[in-house]
């Protein structure tokens, strides 16, 4: 029979909220154990884009000094609306540049800044730079044996299997390849590299986004020596009277309790996965409609459920439950279907999005969580929830659309696999991909009237700085607008997917989880998409996952390091 173990603080789930509080609650003195149902850990982070919006970090402070406390809480006052909480609001200001601060002090990650504008820089307090930190790279050998059991990142969004920042150069230099003698050298040196690294490790070993996030905390932990468990998945919590006293675990070596004496932190991912809740919050599965998560398949609403069944509340309330993401299906062969996330695509010149009546409906350059908010309103009365982006040949070639690569990588295995429609005429297109030909048609002209002069007085698209942020700069004048007229054309089929929920536990400020009363349940804390989000259901900049998320942790971890032990 495996011994019972004990330990200051037991956290479940290996995200980069657990391992921001385990960190934080080990340095401060506390004996800690992460655990994680996945033989990887990493979760939802390693798949991530690994950025943290962390207003008046320092190193915005030095990219946009003008930057204020105030225009902060203007701008979170006027993205949240309704589910606008002050006291939530002060703290996650407040702790973040601490956090950050504290974490480049005492640990392995290492932040560096982005240009990323604010998604909605124009709306009161917004900005155009300095919120946004990136975690820096990171050699993963760093991690010795550990390093396999780093979760790997998207395999749709690598080049066999080499990973991108969208907010750093490199990726320029992949669509420059074929034109500049410089960016076809950094790629030739960029590929050897890789594949060398493959050869020797069966990976890449030099990683970035997300990835680097997850690798750089949990080298932090393991230098800390905290545990991280794999393949421990938990089965239920323990109580004593009302108090939370730690779990149950399925582990290699049977289930095994762990108690806790300071308590339970519950950092399980929400509930992307969760069939019966996401149907519950999000319109377009209640219209019986598709959708598509490209988060760990783990993400089941472990945590949210573990909480409830020891008085816990989850409130399904925000106008957007979820952060929505556009995506494609990718058929890789075998019977084995990946999720393409857009993220780029979208902003490039000569790329429209469509609805199957063959109408646009909204501005493709906004953020993929304001498109998809759209892309579910606008489906309320269609067969389904879905657009199809739409390019030239032109376009294409240049910037690939969704997993389809650029010239010069061939796209012919994706036109018979069925990912990739191509038509002579935009009514041949229309007619191929499942489009209404004459909506298509009218939309196209109507659009290239005005592309021509790089103009998009329909949706405004060029008009923030954060649409222009991924498009094409060599575009004259509107780095997002081109006429679509070289044919053949091209379109994907693109379905509604999440980067995780934004509707979670109930908890105070500190993470406590609550009841439905208010009053807390004792012992029994969430960091991360297992509790509600700061944000209020709103997207309003890059990185308001990660960055609240590992805010709060730190937060949650202090305030337990200050509470009384059970006896």
Known sequence: MPQDLTFDLIVVGSGAAG?????????????????????????????SGGVLWIPLNHHGRKQNPQDNLEAVRTFLM??????????????????GPEMVDFFERETEMKFVPTLYPDYHPTAPGGVDVGRSILAAPYDIRGLGKDMERLKPPLKSI???????????????????????????????????????????????????????????????????GIPIMTSSPV????????????????????????????????????????????TQAYPHLQRGHEHVSPTPEGNTGDGVSMAESVGGFVDIHFSQPAAWMPVTKVPYGNGEVGVFPHLLDR????????????????????????????????????????????????????????????????????????????????GDLARAAGIDAAGLEQTVREYNRDAVNGEDPAFGRGTTSFNRYLADPDQKPNPCVAPIDKGPFYAIKVFMGDLGTFDGLTTSVE???????????????????????????????????????????????????NMPAST
Request: charged share 20%; glycine share 10%.
């Open 78 to 95: 006027s993205e949240s609306g309704k589910f606008y909480d002050e006291d939530a609001v002060r703290a996650f200001i407040q702790a």
């Open 158 to 224: 690598t080049f066999i299997g080499m990973m991108f920042n969208s907010s750093n150069a490199d990726l320029k230099h992949f669509f420059r390849a074929t034109k500049s003698l410089t960016s076809f050298l950094y790629v030739a040196k960029r590929l050897a590299n890789h594949i060398k690294e493959l050869a020797l490790y069966r990976r890449a070993v030099q990683v970035t986004s997300g990835n680097a996030l997850a690798a750089r905390l949990a080298k932090s932990a393991l230098d800390l």
């Open 347 to 426: 902003y490039k010149p000569g790329v429209i999005g469509v609805l199957s009546n063959g109408h646009r409906f909204t501005n493709e350059s906004n953020s993929y969580h304001d498109v998809g908010a759209a892309m579910i309103k606008a489906c309320e009365q269609l067969r389904e929830t879905a657009m199809w982006l739409v390019c030239d040949r032109s376009a294409l070639s240049k910037y690939g659309l969704g997993f389809v690569k650029p010239a010069p990588m061939p796209i012919g295995r994706f036109i018979r696999n069925g990912y990739l429609f191509e038509g002579k005429t935009v």
């Open 19 to 47: 391992l921001s509080c385990a960190i934080t609650a080990r340095k401060l003195g506390l004996d800690v154990v992460v655990l994680e149902k996945e033989p990887v850990f990493g979760g939802t982070t390693a798949l």
């Open 235 to 278: 089965r239920r919590l323990l109580t004593e009277g009302e108090r939370v006293t730690g779990v149950v675990a399925a582990t290699a070596d049977g289930e095994r309790t762990l108690t806790a004496r300071r308590g339970v932190v519950l950092a399980c991912g929400g509930f992307p996965h969760d069939i019966k809740r996401i």
């Open 511 to 561: 993470g406590e989880v609550l009841r439905r009363d208010g009053s807390s349940v004792a012992g029994l804390y969430a960091v991360g998409n297992d509790r509600a989000s700061v944000m209020g259901g709103n997207y309003p900049g890059a990185g308001i996952t990660h960055g609240p998320n590992m805010a709060f942790g730190y937060v949650t971890a202090k305030h337990i390091v």
